[in-house]
């Protein structure tokens, strides 16, 4: 009787997934160094401090005033802008920087100083002409360039998270006690948390989602009146999008410099923000 082994294409899977666990085992040392213009490699474990600092500058900033929040919502979105192409490894890297973040920062702005209850009125204009930017930024760098495609999709995502940062200053001035505020962002911090464990993300992921769900109800009960299920599902959501990007740095090939590193840390903490602000305007109100 003659036994067949796996098949190639089984142990080709078999190899990538080990690779990219591997790879983020090693504190992220593999690959070819740190990008174009972007710093020095760094070790993948950063890219969660990163995101712990901008959560902690976002939370403090809150609790000081409208101004200082903005500022700290701007600087978020210009590192979501300039971070970004050098996490996708994309040319025109300068430019598109300056187009990914001026969207957040305007979005940043009228959300800052319109009236209540519309907050976010002016994000999706400022999303539609990033977006629309980008495409005739590609228009004009002609055809047969490199990486049009990935650079046209994923710049138009970097646009949605550097716009979504605004969702932090709807949700602060949203019902002036910035209970789902907090909620969201100790969540965050321990799905982060879990995210800095040097595990298989086959068991940080859940980690990050269950502890998050719980840190969540906890903390609607000792800071805020928020009910269970609504703390709850923040927690859930927002640790399943944290988890999401750790993934995306699992599967990367290449090490990451500074620049992507503060792309993809504040990228999804920017997206926690307008999360937890249309979660407040869905279940508490």
Not at 56 to 65: H, K
Not at 66 to 91: C, D, K, Q
Not at 195 to 200: A, C, N, V
């Amino acid at each position: 009787m003659i036994r067949q082994g796996p098949q190639r294409s089984e142990v080709d899977q078999v190899e990538v997934g080990v690779r990219s666990e591997q790879r983020y085992d090693d504190g992220g040392n593999g690959g070819n160094g740190g990008g174009e213009d972007g710093g020095g490699a760094v070790k993948s474990w950063s890219i969660g401090i990163i995101a712990l600092a901008g959560l902690a500058a976002i939370v403090g900033a809150a609790y000081s005033s409208p101004e200082v929040l903005l500022a700290a919502a701007a600087l978020s979105a210009v590192g979501v802008g300039v971070g970004w192409p050098h996490f996708l490894g994309i040319p025109a890297k300068k430019t598109l920087a300056a187009l990914i973040a001026l969207p957040g920062v305007g979005s940043a702005v009228t959300a800052t100083y319109l009236p209540a209850p519309g907050f976010l009125d002016w994000t999706p204009s400022f999303l539609a002409a990033g977006v629309i930017a980008i495409f005739v930024m590609q228009l004009l760098r002609g055809t047969g360039q490199a990486q049009r495609l990935e650079s046209t999709l994923g710049s138009c995502a970097g646009v949605m998270l550097s716009c979504l940062g605004a969702g932090w200053i709807a949700c602060s001035r949203f019902n002036g006690v910035r209970e789902m505020l907090l909620v969201a962002a100790i969540s965050a911090a321990v799905a982060l948390l879990a995210g800095l464990i040097r595990w298989p993300d086959r068991i940080v992921a859940p980690l990050g989602i269950v502890g998050a769900g719980l840190a969540g109800p906890l903390a609607g009960l000792v800071f805020s009146d928020i009910a269970v299920l609504p703390a709850a599902l923040v927690g859930v959501v927002v640790g399943a999008v944290l988890v999401s990007f750790r993934r995306m740095v699992t599967l990367r090939a290449e090490t990451l410099n500074l620049a992507a590193a503060l792309g993809i840390g504040l990228g999804p903490v920017s997206a926690v923000g307008s999360l937890a602000y249309f979660i407040d305007k869905l279940l508490i109100f």
